[in-house]
């Protein structure tokens, strides 16, 4: 079974300011890793994901998140961040090979202040 | 307009009285999932169905029943609703049953238990 934690439940800083958002993971196997946002009052939505390939992963809204195997992370970064940022954001992790349950973090409330 | 949505999408009720959150996708996948949403606790998977009428347990799956009588709907069912079912819904759907597929997430149905 695979876990995921989510370091920081909340972080708060300025705008225009860059931002890293950590996620750590476990699984005894291969992982496809996701990173999702949460906009007040609405659903989750599919920032960007890791399957396989560059470590390097790019996404929407100028995010991008880099997967460490050897420290089982997928960090979430964004060089300048904007108040319309602040929302929740979710690590995920599903095993690879065909596991139908993706397990999620706790979340991070991203914080952006003027 | 590719979505899934879910109603209602608030709901005060009191113990024992049954009630039902529907889920509808029109983007004809097969794949469909409802999760709860707790503070601290992140997103849990309560029931996954991976196709016309093969449904199955998540995490946490007591005190919900679901039906997937059709490709398109997945309702969650509560019989006997109590407190501790309060909290944040969501329904989701993806394309196949495979973990590297892009869920899709509903608004949300937030519900009381009195």
């Known amino acids: 079974a695979q876990s995921v934690t989510q370091l920081d439940s909340q972080v708060p800083v300025f705008e225009e300011a860059p931002v890293e958002l950590r996620c750590n993971y476990s699984?005894?196997?291969?992982?496809?890793l996701f990173w999702y946002v949460q906009y007040p009052n609405q659903g989750l939505q599919l920032l960007l994901k890791y399957l396989s390939g560059s470590t390097l992963v790019k996404g929407i809204n100028g995010f991008e998140a880099e997967f460490n195997k050897s420290q089982t992370s997928f960090h979430l970064r964004k060089p300048s961040v904007h108040i319309s940022d602040t929302a929740e954001y979710f690590c995920a992790v599903s095993e690879a090979g065909g596991s139908y349950i993706p397990t999620f973090g706790r979340g991070t409330s991203l914080i952006v202040h003027p | 307009e590719a979505q899934v949505t879910q109603n209602p999408r608030y709901l005060i009720t009191v113990t024992g009285k049954k009630l039902t959150v529907t889920c509808s996708q029109n983007m004809n996948h097969e794949y469909m999932s409802w999760y709860r949403q707790d503070p601290g606790l992140g997103l849990r998977q309560i029931y996954y169905?991976?196709?016309?009428?093969?449904?199955d347990k998540g995490d946490v799956p007591e005190g919900y029943k679901v039906s997937r009588k059709e490709k398109r709907n997945f309702p969650l069912i509560l019989e006997s609703p109590s407190p501790n079912q309060t909290s944040l819904y969501f329904c989701?759907?993806?394309?196949?049953?495979?973990?590297?597929?892009?869920?899709?997430f509903g608004p949300g149905t937030r519900l009381t238990v009195l």
């Open positions: 169905s991976m196709n016309v009428e093969v449904t």
């Open positions: 699984s005894s196997v291969s992982v496809y």
């Open positions: 989701a759907s993806r394309d196949r049953a495979s973990s590297t597929d892009t869920q899709y």
